[in-house]
């Protein structure tokens, strides 16, 4: 078996791992960081390669390029299985074995499917560039098995979960149908579909205001999306949902955007997870019970200034790994760790073409409609990884807006796209 130590093994290359290898690298530490992708994946974008508006190549950047001046970070792209949390030493698939001085564990998150009968062997979640991969090719094949026969055959789309991921894929889907399916394939056919965004609370946008909220709901119903709210679903099949007040609604794609917990690592590491499955960390980000161990991001529940947890936002994970490089290199020093503290910049959420919703800054200081559109492509073009990818996005994005053409009609996943397209053609002759 392998073995080698450095000052600080970070678990994780997502927004919270990466922030904390950089700073501490920046402070003269060495750093392995170890991932189970190549790349650093922009989650906030995904819903947009999977309706075609984005390439993988904006949103998933090679954590090699992101390192490439730092000799200090060396990268190891192998999956964590297990955590020694007493001796700061990690375990990956290959067999190998890495122990550091101290550990950062940054594994982020996974969906949450709740137990719901069927959802996660049919539902597409949307947390990786591979969900948004097989969604896209889905609903690719899906929109040619349907329009391929003499007749085209009208399906509906369900979304579940009325937060930013659903509201903002919902609204992406039924624009590609309003302007796209609609213009190129049949006007007919694309307002035969309906996408509908189910949830079991009664509005969408929960973090949001009110006039937020409303806003969101008005322009979900402009874009032809049905919102089905208040109710939750209880099972899913290959043909549909079943929702909690008896009804049903016939689906050949599910998208899942109902929820997040933590990774299965962090209880079976022996982590102290609380809430959500995320672990209990201390203000200064340290795993209470060990020694130089630090949780951050999706994977932990950051206790924000009035003590409960901090949202699970890029911009906490972000700050969070920044903090704790910091904190790791007081520690390992001699110093002591400080409390984290987190400077709440807003949140947004996009609804379609020049429609979104962000409360900025501390105050939460609202904005809808086109300035709040303005505001959310200004932000993610900033918080992109990367020069060639926010050049692809911003290019992306005016030729979307201006020619009304989805830019990255792309199939990565020829089995999904197929599954679509043949589930859809079936129905279409009446053999399915
Ligand atoms: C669809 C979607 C949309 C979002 N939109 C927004 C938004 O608009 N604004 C916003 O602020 N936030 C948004 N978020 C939240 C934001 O993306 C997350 O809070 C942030 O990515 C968390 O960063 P992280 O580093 O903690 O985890 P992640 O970004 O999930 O990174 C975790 C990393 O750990 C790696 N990993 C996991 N397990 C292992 C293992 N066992 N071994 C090795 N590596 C492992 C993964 O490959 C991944 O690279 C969104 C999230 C999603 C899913």
Redesign the pocket.
């Known amino acids: 078996m392998d073995e080698h130590t450095y000052d600080v093994v970070v ?9 904390a290898a950089r700073t501490a690298a920046q402070r003269g530490l060495h750093v392995l960081l ?4 190549p ?9 947009q390669v999977a309706t075609s508006q984005l390439s993988v190549a904006a949103v998933a950047r090679p954590l090699r390029s992101i390192f490439r001046r730092r000799p200090r970070v060396q990268l190891r792209i ?4 297990a955590i020694d949390l007493t001796d700061h030493a ?1 375990t ?2 290959d067999g190998a074995m890495f122990r550091g001085r101290s550990l950062v564990v ?5 969906p949450n499917f709740f137990d719901t009968p069927g959802a996660k062997q049919h539902a597409y979640p ?3 560039v591979a969900d ?1 991969t097989a969604l896209a090719s889905r609903l690719l094949g899906l929109i040619d098995g349907a329009t391929s026969g003499e007749t085209a055959q009208p399906f509906d789309i369900v979304v579940v979960g009325g937060g ?2 659903g509201v ?2 919902a609204g992406a889907i039924a624009e590609n149908l309003d302007y796209v399916v609609s213009r190129y394939v049949s006007p007919d056919f694309a307002a035969s579909c309906t996408v509908h965004l189910v949830d079991m609370v009664d509005q969408v946008l929960t973090p949001f205001s009110v006039p937020s909220q409303q806003y969101a709901q008005r322009r979900l119903k402009k874009v032809g999306v049905n919102l089905k709210l208040g109710s939750g679903v209880t099972a899913v099949t290959e043909h549909g949902v079943s929702l909690a007040d008896g009804t049903t609604i016939d689906t050949p794609v599910v998208v899942w ?1 109902g929820g ?1 917990k933590g ?1 299965a ?1 962090l209880a079976e590491s022996g982590l102290p997870v609380g809430r959500g499955g995320r672990v209990d960390v201390a203000p200064d980000l340290s795993v209470p019970g060990f020694q130089r161990v630090y949780a ?5 529940n950051i206790p924000g200034p009035d003590g409960t947890p901090l ?8 700050q ?2 920044a903090w704790a490089g910091r904190n790791v290199h007081a520690e390992l020093s001699g110093a002591q760790p400080t409390p984290f503290a987190y400077r709440d910049k807003g ?4 609804i379609g073409r020049g429609a979104a919703v962000a409360e900025l800054g501390r105050r939460h200081r609202g904005l809808r409609g086109p300035l709040a559109f303005a505001a959310w492509l200004v932000v ?1 073009v900033m ?1 992109l990884s990367g020069i060639p990818q926010r050049v692809s996005a911003i290019v992306s994005w005016a030729w979307d807006y201006f020619t009304h053409r989805r830019p990255h009609v792309v199939v990565y996943r020829p089995e999904e796209y197929a599954r679509g397209h043949l589930a859809t053609a079936r129905s279409a002759d009446g053999t399915g």
Request: proline share 4%; no cysteine.
């Open positions: 678990v994780g290359g997502g927004f919270a791992g990466v922030a170890i991932d189970s992708n790349f650093h994946q922009f989650q906030p974008l995904l819903y192998a999956r964590v299985t990690v990956t698939s940054a594994v982020g998150a996974e949307l947390y990786s948004a930013p991921t903002e894929t955007a997040l990774s690592l951050l991001g999706d994977a932990a949202p699970q936002l890029g911009s906490v994970a972000q969070s790994g949140i947004m959420a996009m993610h918080l």
